[in-house]
């Protein structure tokens, strides 16, 4: 009798931990599956998510999302074909040449007027993706006819497409339509601040009876993707590798300030890439994207060594050029969440007192004018055929993101009146 009650209690152990593992491994499938509606939203029954489990919380419910008007991993590396990252990451060709492993000589060679990185460095520093490039790449994307979607580009929704000139393009599904909405107003806001380290992005609606994705019917059955869903097709950019957060951004205590102790002794390949994350850190605080560096300082109270690991969708191409892909998280989702990751966001930007001067610039104009809404909704639907069926920020998260751009003009005034004088 014993042995097989003992017999029975293993037994039920067995099939609760295989329920258990059933569960977990299934969530995000079922949550992706779920069809998205564009113009009914409607609200889900969700699993109650820990805040530990941070990029689960992409799958919170959508809030009903306003009508557009004006009130209103495999990652993205993943081998051959596409563009090779150097071509659109390439470096500006200065008067002068600096040895990347050279070291610069003092704090005078690095920064000006106290808190701005030298244009001795800005004429060195890669040029990202530049305007002509993203305008050409955008309007061959939406026009061209798309032959394969095979598994990549990070979450299961997402797919990596083939176009019929071999050329590749993340396409990004979401778990719902807030995800795209996220993805591609982070771009332009990065456009309108002269932050060109995000690949090139289009809309395209997905249409199985149309020219663009009639080759691919069949994924698109199998993949349980709505008909007339919008998505966004991201350059894809081969030849990407991964990025270990600086030491000053690193360990708590430490900071990016214009200091001799933090910046003094680097190569000009290591200050080079600092400046990259001094905009990576003010654009990741304005969309409040925490599924990057943010959600590594979340994490390191229960894993120590995190931050000495690669970053969540940030990479570095070959000619130097930080790469930010998937920013699904920022503005719409970031913003609902945003009490959540707070302290994390205000913790990382009190760390830095360095900035790209034409950043900063723009920030300043758009904390005087207080337009950015305006401007990003002009960009946005200037840019975007499909701008009015994916819908703009709400009221309030239009209120969210000024009250942002205001607190970092006032924290680049703070460091200016620290070390403008210095």
Not at 115 to 132: M, Q, T, V, Y
Not at 326 to 348: Q, T
Request: aromatic share 8%.
């Amino acid at each position: 009798m014993r042995l097989l009650l003992a017999n029975s209690l293993a037994v039920l152990f067995l099939c609760a931990c295989a329920s258990v593992l059933y569960v977990w491994t299934a969530l995000e499938s079922g949550l992706y599956r779920h069809k998205r509606g564009f113009s009914h939203p409607r609200a889900a029954v969700l699993p109650d998510l820990s805040p530990k489990t941070f990029r689960a919380l992409l799958a919170l419910p959508p809030a009903q999302r306003p009508p557009f008007s004006h009130n209103d991993h495999a990652n993205n590396y993943t081998g051959g074909g596409g563009h090779p990252a150097d071509t659109v990451q390439q470096r500006r060709q200065p008067d002068f040449v600096l040895n990347e492993k050279e070291e610069l000589a003092g704090l005078s060679e690095l920064v000006e007027d106290g808190i701005f990185w030298s244009e001795r460095l800005e004429a060195l520093s890669p040029i990202g993706f530049s305007e002509a490039h993203a305008r050409a790449w955008s309007q061959k994307a939406r026009a061209s006819r798309i032959v394969s979607l095979v598994p990549g580009c990070g979450r299961t929704s997402n797919r990596l497409a083939s176009f019929s000139d071999g050329t590749k393009a993340c396409v990004r599904y979401g778990i719902n339509a807030d995800q795209v909405q996220g993805e591609t107003l982070s771009y332009y806001l990065a456009s309108l601040l002269g932050i060109a380290n995000l690949p090139p992005l289009a809309l395209s609606q997905v249409n199985p009876g149309g020219e663009q994705w009639s080759g691919v019917e069949e994924d698109i059955v199998d993949l349980h993707w709505s008909d007339y869903a919008v998505v966004s097709l991201t350059e894809w950019v081969s030849n990407l590798t991964g990025v270990i957060t600086p030491t000053p951004l690193r360990q708590e205590g430490r900071r990016l300030h214009p200091r001799r102790e933090d910046l003094e002794s680097r190569t000009v390949a290591e200050v080079l890439e600092l400046m990259q994350w001094t905009d990576l850190v003010l654009f990741d605080f304005l969309t409040a994207n925490f599924d990057r560096l943010v959600s590594n300082l979340f994490s390191r109270q229960w894993d120590p060594r995190v931050m000495e690991r690669d970053t969540s969708n940030l990479h570095r191409s070959p000619g130097g050029g930080l790469v930010f892909i998937d920013n699904e998280a920022g503005l719409v989702h970031g913003y609902r969440v945003l009490h959540m990751w707070e302290k994390y966001h205000n913790s990382l930007l009190a760390s830095v007192c360095l900035f790209r001067r034409r950043t900063a610039k723009h920030i300043i104009e758009l904390h005087r004018l207080r337009d950015a809404h305006s401007r990003l909704l002009d960009l946005y639907r200037d840019s975007e055929p499909l701008a009015a069926e994916l819908g703009f920020l709400s009221d309030e998260q239009a209120g969210i993101l000024q009250s942002r751009i205001d607190h970092l003009n006032k924290h680049i005034l703070k460091c200016k009146g620290t070390y403008s004088q210095l």
